[in-house]
């Protein structure tokens, strides 16, 4: 329990340091939000006019501090502000509507890639030399190894431009009526092909080689010689016995990549305009869109912290003398 304790107390400080840097940080951007989002119509406004806009989109010119402390008061009540992206939509709205879609995607694809890669690093020990464990994981990571964007833009000019097998950009076709019906489901599976692949392509390489490099230690263990002995079914010894004691280090790694799906598809989710979190925190970026960024690194922050606290929790579970360190 003091072990737990003190995690909980480094998390919640690294919390403090995390909502600061995402206070002060975008607003030491260079250029007024309220200029990038009229654009060229800004040069025509009297700053009288200007003032108007920034005070609409609650801008203010007091002092950092004062608006650092309002910050906080208002984080506390869960209020995020409004979206200059999207005005006058609030800002809860706006993550709630790319949540949705960026956990569909991420879930999805580490489910699969961890899924898959496990499955190809379990036999490929098992089959040490043979074609499964010489071929596949070189391979997978030589393709794991490209840049997500450089990935995502050859799979999508091959079978969405050349080929057109598949849509290239958005989530769903939006001629159809949104909602647990047979042609929207079947629009959304189809849109997720594309950038579910890309994920998968690049997570899968590594899944597979760190299944295999710890299957290899494991099978050389004597309860699996035992298992053996005793003329258990092969597949038996190599699930029950071998994979099931190997997955161990793999689940707590899967822990840490279920927290990463939050910021892990930006590039991803861009190149496909996919409507997740990557997505919206591009073009809040772009559009100096303050409170939506706060929130975004916000929910990717908090995200990310707490799927390593419950990765300590699972290692003082998994490995008593964690407790008494």
């Known amino acids: 329990m003091r072990y737990i304790l003190r995690r909980l107390g480094f998390y919640l400080a690294a919390l403090v340091v ?25 040069a025509k406004l009297t700053p009288e006019n200007l003032r108007a806009v920034r005070e609409a989109l609650g801008l203010s ?35 709630a509507n790319g949540f949705v879609w960026t956990l569909l995607l991420g879930s999805v694809s580490l ?3 961890f899924a898959l890669g496990n499955l190809i690093g379990i036999y490929g020990s098992w089959r040490r030399g043979g074609l499964v464990d010489t071929v596949f994981p070189p391979l997978l990571i030589f393709i794991g190894s490209f840049p997500a964007f450089f990935l995502a833009l050859g799979l999508l000019y091959a079978f969405g ?47 597979a080689l760190g299944m295999r490099n710890v299957m290899v230690s494991v099978l050389a263990d004597d309860y699996v ?21 190997a997955l161990l280090p793999g689940v707590t790694g ?26 919206l925190l591009i073009n ?30 699972l290692y003082t579970w998994l490995d008593p003398r964690v407790r008494t360190g």
């Not at 206070?23 to 060229?40: E, M």
């Not at 706060?294 to 990717?300: N, S």
Request: charged share 10%; proline share 6%; glycine share 10%.
């Open 18 to 42: 995390a909502i600061t840097i995402n206070f002060f940080l975008p607003r030491l951007l260079p250029g007024d939000p309220a200029a990038v989002i009229l654009g060229t119509s800004a």
């Open 161 to 207: 431009v050349k080929l057109d097998w598949l849509p290239i950009s958005h989530a769903y076709n939006n001629r159809l009526p949104s909602g647990f019906n047979l042609p929207f489901l079947l629009s959304v599976l189809e849109h997720m092909v594309l950038p579910a692949t890309t994920s998968v392509l690049l997570g899968i390489g590594g899944w």
């Open 284 to 313: 809040a970026v772009n559009g100096r869109d303050y409170p939506l960024m706060q929130g975004l690194f916000m929910m990717i922050t908090i995200g990310i912290l707490a799927a390593n606290f419950l990765v300590d929790i």
């Open 61 to 95: 010119d007091a002092p950092l501090i004062q608006q650092y402390g309002l910050y906080l008061a208002h984080l506390l009540r869960g209020d995020f502000g409004l979206s200059y992206t999207y005005f006058p939509t609030p800002v809860t709205k706006v993550i």
């Open 254 to 279: 899967f822990g840490i990549a279920l927290g990463a799906i939050l910021s892990g598809q930006v590039l991803i989710e861009t190149v496909f305009s996919y409507p997740g979190l990557g997505f």
């Open 225 to 245: 010689t035992m298992a053996e002995a005793k003329g258990l079914k092969q597949i038996r010894v190599m699930f029950v016995y071998a994979a099931r004691n």
């Open 111 to 113: 489910l699969l890639s």
